[in-house]
């Protein structure tokens, strides 16, 4: 059983068309469907029904709607930025929609062309009529192949595909006259015939074949300016709107026809489908089966009205609706400021009142509010944290870098210059040994037996730009040399107390970054035990401590240093050790 039913992946969903509605679904962060639909004109306006016109007619609807359709998924699924006042959606949208189409342009017509001349001209091959074309030909699909492949690597764009994937299965599933269940979706195909990846295979073969087709008749009359690229360019640019006609037409005759010497050609839209589909989970199937149904029953049923996105609300406004969720044993009232900051991009002193919020924006936010209100620390609902004035990464795999830690930093640069060697050990974020890189240009080396931790701390430094050295190293295991400088903030706090701290502490943070063993001493001891392999005679040893191991941690060092000295944080509170 055929269906006209077509769809579109966007962003967290899947768009299913029919012949009188349109719902776009999509999953938000907190794991809901939203639905979106639309009822489409019941008579097609003339230019949509003739052959060839139609074809562009089409491919130009697809190109805007395609553009709509994808910002409404994103305000749900990818909330980076928010209108804090109204602006012209409909102008960015138009200029997105032709900076699109001069792309494609550009990487399939003009680069083709140009690198073909450049290819003929250094080989003295110009003269060979049949070589420009079939060397535009070869360009043009390696260029298609090689774009489709590059962008599959991109994270976003490789669930896209997914979902593209579950749309194509869930069509399949209807045409086979099964149940719409995801078990059923789950067996069927994920190629389908009616693919705008065909559509485009079939816009590069038909171009090569007119191509072909204009040299031959050029030549044949004589016109041999055919040849130069500043003719032939401008007639290649002519003849888009005949081919996206023709393969619009190619692409209806192949979904109604199993027609053996038609079998090819749907044989190779399907291999460039391997590229821009994948196999969906279940949740992108469940996504894709709800757009499909609420299609089916708004064409069966005209009287069904439209359902949209709720509309965006005041700030204001929306502060009263999370003040129900928001539990201040668990979070601070600062707290959704700094939430709506960070969701919102926008510093925290410019939030106003009279700020829109759009929907999408509204169940991040709200998403998060949950999260803190259960105990989950803001930096790991956030993701980050600042520390000296940058920004870092934090995960359940690092400790939250602490203002008392910026104390500690503060000491490192003191004592660190750009021909200093500098090693971090029981590193983390990073925190520490990256900053001390961006202040003094020191050689810096950041060590932790956590590899996790080291992930994060890699990504740190990769996103502040410091060149930092790593070494996965329990302490000095495979530390290896001798440096001006080290620094270290071990786990201190003793294995019993863990359990009484504070529960966004010993829920939340790494144990393995807090437990320093019965008396919270053990790591200071291989420490003494074993600096004095790994600093150099004029060295300096920085300690971050507990707030009372300072005398305790004070003795371990005496014994090995000319110089021991215990500073005290903002709270008067014994918290870092400097050995000299």
């Known amino acids: 059983m055929k269906t006209k039913i077509g769809g579109q992946a966007v962003l967290e969903g899947v768009m299913m068309r029919g012949a009188t509605s349109m719902a776009l679904c999509v999953r938000d962060e907190n794991g809901t469907i939203r639905t979106d639909t639309q009822r489409l004109p019941l008579k097609k306006p003339w230019y949509r029904k003739v052959p060839i016109i139609r074809g562009v007619a089409n491919l130009i609807f697809s190109l805007v709607s395609g553009m709509k359709i994808t910002m409404k998924s994103a305000e749900i699924a990818l909330e980076d930025e928010v209108q804090t006042e109204d602006q012209g959606m409909g102008g960015f949208m138009t200029l997105a929609v032709v900076l699109g189409v001069v792309l494609a342009v550009a990487l399939f017509t003009v680069l083709p062309t140009l690198l073909t001349n450049l290819f003929l001209t250094l080989t003295g091959w110009q003269d060979i009529q049949w070589l420009r074309s079939l060397c535009e030909g070869i360009l043009k699909v390696v260029i298609l192949i090689g774009y489709m492949l590059g962008i599959s690597f991109m994270g976003e764009i490789n669930r896209v595909f997914m979902y593209h994937g579950a749309e194509h299965k869930t069509i399949a599933c209807y045409e086979a006259e099964l149940p719409l269940t995801v078990e059923n979706v789950k067996k069927c195909s994920r190629f389908h015939d009616r693919c705008g990846t065909s559509f485009l295979v079939f816009v590069v073969l038909l171009s090569i074949i007119v191509s072909v087709g204009i040299d031959a008749i ?299 063993g019965k008396d919270g001493l053990d790591f200071y001891r291989i420490l003494a035990h074993n600096i004095k392999d790994h600093l150099t005679e004029k060295g300096v040893l920085i300690l971050e401590i507990g707030f009372d191991q300072g005398e305790a941690v004070k003795q371990l060092f005496q014994p090995l240093f000319q110089s021991v000295e215990v500073k005290k944080d903002y709270s008067q509170k014994d918290r870092i050790v400097i050995c000299k």
């Open 218 to 516: 050029c030549y044949a009359v004589g016109f041999e300016q055919i040849a130069v690229w500043y003719v032939r360019l401008p007639i290649k640019l002519a003849s888009i709107p005949i081919l996206a006609g023709l393969s619009y037409e190619m692409i209806m005759l192949l979904s109604c026809t199993n027609f053996i010497l038609f079998r090819p050609l749907k044989w190779l839209g399907k291999q460039f489908q391997r590229i821009t589909t994948r196999e969906p989970d279940d949740g992108m199937m469940e996504v894709a089966i709800c757009a499909f149904n609420k299609v089916l029953e708004m064409d069966a049923d005209l009287t069904i009205p439209e359902e949209h996105f709720p509309e965006p609300i005041l700030l204001h406004q929306f502060k009263k609706q999370l003040e129900p969720l928001m539990d201040y044993n668990n979070m601070e009232r600062c707290d959704l400021d700094w939430i709506l900051s960070a969701v919102l991009g926008v510093e925290r002193s410019k939030l106003k009142d009279d700020m829109k919020i759009p929907f999408g924006w509204q169940v991040r936010v709200e998403s998060y509010v949950r999260r803190c209100a259960k105990g989950e620390p803001l930096q790991h609902v956030l993701g980050n944290t600042d520390f000296y004035g940058k920004v870092f990464c934090v995960t359940k795999d690092t400790l939250i870098p602490r203002f008392e830690t910026e104390l500690v930093c503060e000491q490192v640069i003191k004592h660190t210059n750009e021909k200093s060697k500098v090693l971090d050990l029981c590193c983390g974020t990073g925190c520490i040994g990256i900053t001390v890189k961006l202040f003094t240009n020191a050689n810096v080396v950041c060590a932790d037996v956590s590899k996790p931790a080291l992930k994060v701390a890699k990504f740190n430094a990769k996103k502040n730009k410091a060149d930092v050295s790593f070494v996965c190293s329990d302490m000095f295991e495979k530390i290896k040399g001798k440096f001006d400088v080290v620094v270290c903030n071990p786990p201190y706090i003793a294995t019993d107390v863990i359990e009484t701290l504070d529960a966004k502490v010993k829920d939340y943070e790494p144990k393995l970054a807090l437990d320093g």
